[in-house]
Nanobody, 117 residues
Framework: QVQLVESGGGLVQAGGSLRLSCTVS????????MGWFRQTPGKQRELVGL???????TYADSVKGRFTISRDNAKNMVFLQMVSLKPEDTAVYYC???????????WGQGTQVTVTS
């Protein structure tokens, strides 16, 4: 059974930094992409950043230059380094893995990030 566990969320002032971590356990036949999404109440879950198999990385325009996604293949972990945080970054952040021929999406339970002004 695939399990994703996030950590590192919390409360931070605007301009501050946080680093989110996600540990992936269980067997996934082929990982197509790993990354982070976020969601605020009443809104759809949106992409933050994604590492696609082969190394290509994509970011939402709103976080470019401030957030950095990275991956440790040996430990099956993915990270999100967030700097210069803004109140509008406040959301629940979800780790995501897309895997297999059927492009199945696996999600973590989410970690709250709150940025105060």
């Amino acid at each position: 059974q695939v399990q994703l566990v996030e950590s590192g969320g919390g409360l931070v002032q605007a301009g501050g930094s946080l680093r989110l971590s996600c540990t992936v356990s269980g067997s996934i036949f082929r990982i197509n992409a790993m990354g982070w999404f976020r969601q605020t109440p009443g809104k759809q879950r949106e992409l933050v950043g994604l590492i696609i198999n082969g190394g290509r990385i994509t970011y939402a325009d709103s976080v470019k230059g401030r957030f950095t996604i990275s991956r440790d293949n040996a430990k099956n972990m993915v990270f999100l380094q967030m700097v210069s945080l803004k109140p509008e970054d406040t959301a629940v952040y979800y780790c995501n893995v897309n895997g297999g021929i059927a492009n199945l999406n696996y999600w973590g339970q989410g970690t709250q990030v709150t940025v105060t002004s």
